[in-house]
């Protein structure tokens, strides 16, 4: 297994761009996320699916769009990159909590993103 | 709010002796703990969990963690440090806020940095 997959590793962008940050897992997980990290800050959750065609807000979703089309894949979207979205993203996956079974949540490797 | 509060920003030691990085919790209700690591440049990567049973949690590459519910605690710890243990490490609590997908919350992260 290939596990938790990113694309690209690193990108800069202006102010204004849009791009698409993609993530992928071969693990038939069915819940996925978006992590941002920022230094002195920890990770910060700005997006999560708990399944095929079903996504929500995190804490920090403003400027962010995800669609779920499929178990494998959960794209996230920056339409118009600020200076402020500069920072590493971090995808991850886990079987869907369950209660009373806890599971964990495997990583991607990230995204490295610079907004000018 | 579920949370975890790791109390020092950098842990240094010295090659050999043993190593303690800090973690308390805040919580309703039983806690589902998280130590996770990233090695400059990559992903998190797993540790160990805690659910629940025996109060010492043993986990990849030698290290080890304590549940101590009295002290609100789960220090991450390691008797022999090696130089390659250098790394950003952190915590985390699962959200059992439905609004969150059950995502993890993380603590900001302990530099520890192992010297010759």
């Known amino acids: 297994n290939a596990g938790v997959t990113q694309t690209p590793k690193f990108q800069v962008l202006k102010t204004g761009q849009s791009m698409t940050l993609q993530c992928a897992q071969d693990?038939?997980?069915?819940?996925m996320s978006w992590y941002r990290q920022d230094p002195g800050m920890g990770l910060r959750l700005i997006h999560y699916?708990?399944?095929?065609?079903?996504?929500d807000q995190g804490e920090v979703p403003n400027g962010y769009n995800v669609s779920r089309s499929t178990t494998e894949d959960f794209p996230l979207r920056l339409l118009s990159a600020a200076p402020s979205q500069t920072s590493v993203y971090f995808c991850?996956?886990?079987?869907?909590?369950?209660?009373?079974?806890?599971?964990?949540?495997?990583f991607g490797p990230g995204t490295r993103l610079l907004v000018l | 709010a579920q949370s975890v509060a790791q109390p020092e920003d950098q842990v240094n030691v010295a090659e050999g002796n043993p190593l303690t990085v800090k973690c308390t919790y805040s919580?309703?209700?039983?806690?589902?703990l998280f130590w996770y690591v990233q090695y400059p440049n990559r992903g998190l990567q797993f540790l160990l969990k805690?659910?629940?049973?025996?109060?010492l949690v043993k986990g990849s590459y030698g290290f080890e963690a304590e549940f101590n519910k009295s002290q609100t605690s789960f220090h991450l710890k390691k008797p022999s440090a090696l130089v390659s243990d250098s790394a950003l490490y952190f915590c985390a609590v699962r959200d059992f806020n439905s609004n969150s997908g059950y995502a993890l919350n993380f603590g900001k992260g302990t530099s520890l940095l192992v010297t010759p």
């Open positions: 699916s708990v399944g095929a065609g079903i996504t």
């Open positions: 991850a996956s886990s079987r869907k909590w369950s209660g009373g079974t806890q599971e964990t949540q495997y």
């Open positions: 805690y659910i629940t049973g025996d109060n």
């Open positions: 693990m038939n997980h069915e819940y």
């Open positions: 919580v309703s209700g039983n806690p589902y």
